[in-house]
């Protein structure tokens, strides 16, 4: 994965490089025969002036016996021809062989034709230098004006130079800022390689990927979150099954034992049988319990998938808070005389609030079986509700402040109260037949009801849970 990297950032930059690179070949030809253009234009006009002078100072007799006394702009040279293209003067005759007639030169053909005439051609003698000739036709014979091309630039020619000069140092700072963004660019697939790796390899790794502000960054979080939470749902799993099957294992055990104990005597009294067959009834409640919730939390865990997509494995009607309290007494009821327990729910008989009356039935049941099982006997729990509206049409939830008087917990454990099969005192639960699954499905009811819960420990002793519940829009 770091050679790809490596190689999708070179490509890059290749790819970069040839594009500015013809752009800016392209840019150079384009100035350059401008240039040339507007210099070849500019100069013929000044030739043109340059004949326009000569005329006029051919008009001399002094400078027509003396050609050589007419002074013309730096640079610009002449030649004077009779109507046959004989030279019989030229400016630069003292310095250089000047070729006897010029009639079959271009500018002087085309003057011959067109009263005017120009071309640029290799100085005769200097092949490193190109002039610019400009002819015209008179009565008496031929102007021709010449000046060395790249001695006699422009002032225009001089800028382009200077754009030249210009384009080229923004050649260099746009390759290094491509070089730059190249290896921006490129830097996602070099996370995405160290994402792979960590996830091949080592996941403690994902937190310390850096990803980048953008929208590859933010995919890369995602897998890597992805990732993290389909670990944690492994884990989890698997610890989930681990727990099951030992908390299943307690209760067959239990219940096996009994019964070989009675197969196993034949001579048993039948007072001592209906004692070991009323000890394994026990356990097969509380195997049917744990079954009961175990399914329970499973169907919360289907309908928590299931509610991404505005679907429900629970259906949501209206529930009277009151009556739901009443029918939980006269299921568990016993336990309460048993265990002298006082329940004194402070609830107006008109309290009602739409959502699953499953799960709000399981929430209050598993509340009350907790502090009857590991709060004690001879105490009290109180359930006091108020409302609050919310935002939307009718929206409204319902704040339940539950309290017993127990044993409470250690300050410690109240962050762990509500995990899956945590126990506050692992022997004394088991004694009592808690599975440590109550709780928790009084933390994913309340959060089905769009609610949170939070425990406390109450001053004197006890516990007191702080939940709310939000009525749920019925389906249609």
Not at 167 to 193: D, N
Request: hydrophobic share 40%.
């Amino acid at each position: 994965m770091k050679q790809l990297a490596l190689k999708y950032r070179y490509r890059l930059q290749i790819y970069l490089f040839v594009l500015l690179a013809l752009a800016a070949l392209f840019f150079v030809l384009f100035l350059t025969r401008q240039s040339k253009g507007y210099s070849v234009s500019s100069l013929q006009s000044e030739l043109k002036v340059a004949i326009g002078i000569i005329e006029e100072q051919l008009k001399k007799p002094e400078n027509q016996k003396n050609p050589e006394n007419i002074v013309l702009a730096d640079k610009i040279n002449f030649t004077l021809a009779d109507t046959l293209g004989n030279v019989f003067f030229d400016s630069r005759q003292n310095e250089m062989s000047v070729p006897d007639n010029i009639l079959n030169f271009a500018e002087v053909a085309n003057a011959a034709q067109a009263a005017e005439g120009s071309a640029m051609r290799t100085a005769i003698g200097e092949p490193d230098e190109e002039n610019l000739y400009y002819a015209k036709k008179t009565e008496s014979g031929f102007i021709r004006t010449y000046v060395k091309f790249r001695t006699a630039k422009p002032a225009q020619l001089e800028k382009d130079n200077v754009y030249l000069l210009m384009i080229s140092i923004l050649l260099v700072a746009l390759i290094g800022s491509f070089v730059y963004i190249s290896g921006r660019l490129s830097k996602p697939v070099k996370t995405y390689s160290q994402l792979v790796s960590a996830i091949r390899d080592d996941e403690s790794k994902l937190s310390k990927i850096e990803f980048s502000h953008d929208e590859f960054g933010n995919v890369g979080r995602e897998i890597a979150d992805t990732f993290q939470q389909l670990e944690r749902a492994k884990k989890y799993k698997q610890q989930m099954s681990h727990n099951i099957a030992h908390e299943l294992k307690t209760p067959l055990t239990g219940i096996k034992a009994y019964l070989e104990t009675i197969m196993q005597s034949e001579d048993m009294p039948e007072d001592q049988i209906r004692k070991f067959v009323g000890k394994a009834y026990t356990q097969t409640l509380r195997l049917t319990d744990l079954v009961s919730e175990v399914s329970t939390l499973n169907k919360l865990d289907e309908s928590a998938e299931l509610s991404k997509g505005d679907e429900s494995v629970y259906q949501i009607e209206e529930v009277n808070i009151k009556k739901l309290l009443q029918e939980i007494i006269g299921e568990i009821g016993y336990k309460l005389e048993k265990n002298n327990v006082k329940f004194s729910p402070r609830i107006s008989s008109q309290l009602k609030i739409n959502g699953s009356y499953t799960l709000i039935y399981s929430l209050f049941k598993n509340l009350i079986d907790n502090s009857i099982e590991h709060g004690g006997k001879d105490i009290e729990i109180t359930l006091v509700a108020g409302i609050d509206q919310v935002s939307g049409e009718g929206g409204y939830k319902i704040n339940f402040t539950y309290t017993d008087t127990g044993q409470g917990v250690p300050p410690e454990a109240l962050e762990r109260i509500f995990e899956r099969f945590y126990r506050v005192e692992e022997g004394r639960t088991r004694k009592t037949g808690g599975s440590g699954l109550g709780l928790a499905i009084v933390k994913n009811a309340v959060a089905f009801h769009k609610g949170s819960i939070k425990a406390s420990l109450r001053p004197g002793g006890g516990i007191i849970f702080k939940f709310s519940l939000s009525s749920l829009p019925k389906e249609s």
